[in-house]
């Protein structure tokens, strides 16, 4: 499957690693504190994969920070 990659998705791909690295958590721990599929949390931070809205949410939450700390705008 072709995915194309957006400047939103390297992004929030780029920024997500760097704060579930701080909290010393591993893909599958962060995915499972966010209610999302691993594969799924792994795929947005390898930024073969841009989140939904909904599930970018569950993420931030996990992560306990805001939006506009992932998003770049």
């Known amino acids: 499957m ?6 939103l998705s390297l992004h929030i791909g780029a920024r997500l690693k760097p704060f ?12 499972k504190i966010a209610d999302i599929d691993s594969n ?9 994969q841009t989140p939904s809205l909904e599930t970018l949410e ?6 306990g920070v ?4 992932v998003l770049p705008f």
């Open 2 to 7: 072709f995915v194309m990659t957006t400047e």
């Open 20 to 31: 579930r690295q701080k909290l010393r958590l591993t893909q599958l721990e962060l995915a």
């Open 40 to 48: 799924t949390y792994a795929k947005i931070e390898r930024v073969d």
């Open 58 to 63: 569950k993420i931030v939450k996990a992560l």
């Open 66 to 69: 805001k939006s506009s700390d």
